[in-house]
């Protein structure tokens, strides 16, 4: 599957020039749509639903849907936004991306020549990279509340081996908390493994089936598994609360779900996104790209996922108050199995503080 951070990024910065696009024509447009439908047709993970699909996106184009429209990007919106209405997939996206599109075809064809750039290859990977450096690989907040309740707010799933030492020190610091809070209100995604790396830390060392996953353009079935050894101490028999909202995106919501379900974590926020199905990244033309949803997860206790539902939380509160909710049933749950006096009023006394 294709490198899901880099398509956030490409396609979700601006074009840095500022050069004017010349109108499209409809023959141009029309070029345009013929070609994705082709991409759609191979893809698209679901088959017997392309027809539909690409005789929707037919039909709007000789009603005349985007006779008005005259730039690349108000035509990749255009797409994006009838995709999205079409299929209620989230994951489909259209790109005008002209340079993109020409850095990419050169690299292939120094690739394919023997001589591709080193130098340029490396810088790019170097940008990246710093790009997530600067987010701490996803871990913008690792805390201990007050009651020794632990919290991380994590933003993204990097790529597995940029991700791993900082997910190792995470969970170092929060390794004697008795509870722990996972934010994921903001997470918007990103790269298998990461995500079934840090759900090992809630199962045991013996590896557990975290999702299998069919690939359409490849018809290849792949399982993933969670890792027998991990960097810091696991962190069982203690209450893990993870906090979603309408925000919450693909892999985010594949970590929450899949803990939801394998009874490792209680679920509090809003309704997530519902973005499931993994996508395969793919030049159009010259000018556009497009990103495909190609592959669909299935998670091995309900046999589906969540696409197009979301991830239900356990306990429904807006994206502001769930933080504060989550700290106050953490509590409760360390009252309720606490086996001492001392700690109970202990733990009873930070709740009515933290409460008011």
Same mark, same amino acid.
């Given at each position: 599957?294709?490198?899901?951070?880099s398509?956030?990024?490409l &396609?979700?910065?601006?074009?840095?020039?500022?050069?004017?696009?010349?109108?499209?024509?409809s023959?141009?447009?029309s070029?345009?749509?013929?070609?994705?439908?082709?991409?759609?047709?191979s893809?698209?993970?679901?088959?017997?639903e392309?027809?539909?699909?690409?005789?929707?996106?037919?039909?709007?184009?000789?009603?005349?849907?985007?006779?008005?429209?005259?730039?690349?990007?108000?035509?990749?919106?255009a797409?994006?936004?009838?995709?999205?209405?079409?299929?209620?997939?989230?994951?489909?996206?259209?790109g005008?991306?002209?340079?993109?599109?020409?850095?990419?075809?050169a690299a292939?064809?120094?690739a394919?020549?023997?001589?591709a750039?080193?130098?340029?290859?490396?810088?790019?990977?170097?940008?990246?990279?710093?790009?997530?450096?600067q987010?701490n690989?996803?871990?913008?907040r690792?805390?201990v509340l007050?009651?020794?309740?632990?919290?991380?707010?994590?933003?993204?799933f990097h790529?597995?081996?940029?991700?791993?030492?900082?997910?190792?020190a995470?969970?170092?610091f929060?390794?004697?908390t008795d509870?722990?809070?996972?934010?994921?209100t903001?997470?918007?995604?990103?790269?298998?493994?990461s995500?079934?790396?840090?759900? %090992?830390?809630?199962?045991?060392?013996?590896?557990?089936?975290?999702?299998?996953?069919?690939t359409r353009?490849?018809?290849?079935?792949?399982s993933?598994?969670?890792?027998?050894?991990?960097g810091?101490?696991?962190?069982?028999?203690?209450?893990?609360?993870?906090? #979603?909202?309408a925000?919450t995106?693909? &892999?985010?919501e594949?970590?929450?779900?899949a803990?939801?379900?394998?009874d490792?974590?209680?679920?509090?926020?809003? #309704?997530?996104?519902?973005?499931?199905?993994?996508? %395969?990244?793919r &030049?159009?033309d010259?000018n556009?790209?497009?990103?495909?949803p190609?592959?669909?997860?299935?998670?091995?206790?309900?046999?589906?996922?969540?696409e197009?539902?979301?991830?239900?939380?356990?306990?429904?509160?807006?994206?502001?108050?769930?933080l504060?909710?989550?700290?106050?049933?953490?509590?409760?749950?360390?009252?309720?199995?606490?086996?001492?006096?001392?700690?109970?009023?202990?733990?009873?006394?930070?709740?009515?503080a933290?409460?008011?």
């Amino acid at each position: 599957m294709t490198n899901l951070l880099s398509i956030t990024l490409l &396609l979700g910065l601006c074009s840095m020039s500022a050069l004017a696009q010349a109108p499209m024509s409809s023959e141009e447009k029309s070029e345009v749509i013929d070609k994705i439908q082709r991409l759609i047709a191979s893809d698209y993970v679901f088959p017997d639903e392309v027809d539909r699909v690409n005789g929707a996106l037919e039909e709007l184009n000789v009603a005349g849907r985007y006779d008005e429209v005259t730039t690349g990007e108000a035509f990749a919106r255009a797409l994006t936004d009838d995709l999205l209405a079409i299929t209620n997939d989230k994951h489909y996206k259209v790109g005008y991306r002209p340079e993109l599109v020409a850095s990419r075809r050169a690299a292939q064809e120094q690739a394919r020549a023997g001589d591709a750039d080193v130098a340029d290859e490396a810088e790019a990977i170097d940008w990246d990279r710093w790009y997530a450096r600067q987010e701490n690989f996803g871990f913008r907040r690792v805390d201990v509340l007050e009651g020794n309740v632990g919290y991380i707010r994590l933003t993204f799933f990097h790529p597995f081996d940029w991700m791993r030492a900082t997910t190792d020190a995470a969970m170092a610091f929060v390794a004697d908390t008795d509870a722990l809070i996972i934010d994921l209100t903001e997470n918007g995604g990103g790269y298998s493994p990461s995500d079934s790396y840090l759900g %090992s830390y809630f199962v045991d060392p013996e590896p557990v089936l975290w999702s299998t996953s069919y690939t359409r353009p490849t018809d290849e079935k792949t399982s993933t598994y969670t890792f027998q050894d991990v960097g810091a101490p696991r962190y069982l028999d203690r209450p893990v609360i993870i906090l #979603v909202s309408a925000e919450t995106f693909s &892999l985010g919501e594949h970590f929450a779900y899949a803990m939801k379900h394998f009874d490792k974590a209680e679920i509090i926020g809003q #309704v997530s996104a519902g973005a499931a199905n993994g996508i %395969s990244f793919r &030049l159009v033309d010259d000018n556009f790209v497009i990103q495909i949803p190609a592959q669909q997860t299935v998670n091995p206790v309900t046999k589906t996922n969540w696409e197009a539902i979301g991830v239900r939380p356990d306990i429904e509160t807006s994206r502001e108050d769930a933080l504060s909710t989550a700290h106050l049933l953490a509590l409760d749950r360390l009252i309720a199995t606490a086996k001492h006096d001392r700690v109970i009023k202990r733990y009873e006394k930070i709740r009515a503080a933290t409460g008011n």
